[in-house]
């Protein structure tokens, strides 16, 4: 059970014995929610997520460092770690009046780090990639739109086979992808998301969703034309990257608890179905 769930529950100060006595009460609750067991090859993968997430937030703060260094020498570097990677060895190279030797050294530490930061990325990469093509249920998934071996991996070690949640609803909520309510008084009040449950997962969907909005000649391919068309006549960028987040981790959810790869359907299709 989720620690939250159980504190209600908890009389008095803090001790193992009230602690339990809360877990005992609180187990009992017919609306108590549980979190399911791992397996040993769901926590074998998502330790691999883990410590590819912490290389990549290492890499990004080295790159930024290095971007700082050079912003305060006058040297402004486009955004992007290519654009970066491929003009830091002239930048390197320039007269000692822009950047003392001091400086030079420094950078090109940093820059050695980022090299072998890269390379230790690309291993866990490539790893989760091969155990991601001999799962079924990844493979189902990355037929998702914007769903990759990252994305299909890390669903499958954080829900296995998605038998902890009743509907595609339940799974997008505990992604934090639902707006948070403040209802009172018969009035349905809703904000920004939650931003609860997983945060790594939350995040690739997210990022999920910005790729598949960035290339709008595949929007007919995965049936998602027509809402995404209708979408943005009504929501900011922002808001429809995330409305198209929940949308595809519902479709994820349904994928890998129905054991059916995902089928696009067209307006051609919808149309002959109704008539």
């Not at 970066?84 to 090109?108: F, G, K, N, W, Y």
């Not at 799962?135 to 890390?154: K, Y």
């Not at 909005?213 to 922002?238: D, F, M, Q, T, V």
């Amino acid at each position: 059970m989720p620690a939250k769930y159980v504190r209600p529950y908890s009389k008095g100060q803090k001790n193992d014995f009230k602690d339990a006595e809360a877990i005992a009460e609180a187990v009992q609750r017919p609306t108590m929610k549980f979190v399911a067991t791992k397996t040993a090859e769901q926590l074998d993968l998502q330790a691999l997520h883990r410590v590819r997430e912490r290389l990549v937030s290492q890499r990004t703060g080295i790159i930024n460092q290095i971007r700082a260094f050079l912003l305060e020498r006058g040297i402004a570097v486009r955004q992007g770690q290519r654009f970066l990677r491929a003009q830091l060895p002239t930048i390197l190279a320039t007269p000692s009046d822009v950047l003392s030797p001091r400086m030079v050294r420094v950078i090109e530490d940093l820059a050695c780090d980022w090299r072998r930061l890269d390379e230790r990325i690309k291993g866990l990469s490539s790893e989760i990639a091969t155990l991601a093509k001999q799962d079924t249920g990844c493979e189902r998934l990355m037929s998702v739109p914007g769903v990759g071996p990252i994305i299909s991996s890390a669903m499958v070690a954080a829900i296995g086979a998605g038998d902890g949640f009743s509907k595609g609803r339940d799974f997008a909520a505990w992604l934090g992808l639902v707006p948070k309510q403040m209802s009172t008084g018969d009035r349905t009040i809703l904000g920004k998301i939650s931003k609860r449950g997983n945060r790594y997962l939350r995040v690739l969907f997210v990022q999920a969703a910005w790729v598949v909005l960035i290339k709008p000649k595949s929007w007919e391919r995965h049936g998602l034309k027509a809402w995404i068309e209708a979408a943005k006549k009504r929501l900011h960028h922002n808001v429809l990257a995330i409305a198209l987040a929940n949308k595809l981790a519902r479709i994820a959810w349904s994928v890998l608890a129905r054991g059916r790869a995902f089928e696009a359907r067209t307006n051609a299709e919808v149309a002959t179905q109704s008539a």
